[in-house]
């Protein structure tokens, strides 16, 4: 059962309450749902309702209320969240790393093969190794980005690293470029494909036949890619 109260929106499943977050996009063409994890310990697992223009909350409920089976098991699905913490296993590239924490030492954080040490005090462990993967995906995405451009003769705008839900980078009009950190945390051709989609869309901002062809010099495994985002995307928003 979906219930309102001023203007909080929960659905009750089994005696555990789940947040339902209800967003507009006049660019929608129908009601979307999804299930999304949550990023912290004190976040929870939500459902969240895409509403095109013209659909009203009565609307959105309603279909939130019809697909209860489907949430179940989605919400049932959602892996673990994975904190950063000592002696944490964490991918990085698609590798496992475990997370080493030196209290005496004085380096920051620095990697090694198949680890990541952090140093410092215990309270600043997650922040400071969270600050360096996300340093670390600048440089490398960054890198990457200047590489396929080059390639295809065309010079990307600025380059921001977000922490998005709903997508895993986007090319702007002006050639500005955004992508999520996350992505430094899945397989190197996963990383790699999503660098290469968007920088192709400097030369098709559109999905047609001639972007996909773009997207396909760009990088070798883009189908493989694809289907890893897919079917394991929702795990990299368990970490951090």
Known sequence: MVRAQKNLHQLELNGRDVP???RRNPSARRLILRVEAGRRPDDPDKVAVTLPRGASDREALAFVSSKIDWIMKKLAALPDRVGLADGTLI???GVEHRIYHHPGARRGVWREEGSLHVSGQPEHLTRRLLDWIKREARIQISERVAEKAARIERK???ISIRDTRSRWGSCAANG???FSWRLILAPEYVFDYVIAHEVSHLVEHNHGANFWRVVAT???EME???YWLRKNGETLH???
Do not use: D, E, W
Request: hydrophobic share 40%.
């Open 20 to 22: 339902v977050c209800l």
């Open 218 to 220: 760009l990088t070798p």
């Open 238 to 240: 368990r970490y951090g």
């Open 224 to 226: 493989q890619a694809k």
């Open 91 to 93: 991918p990085f590239l």
């Open 156 to 158: 990307a705008g600025r």
């Open 176 to 178: 500005n470029l955004s």
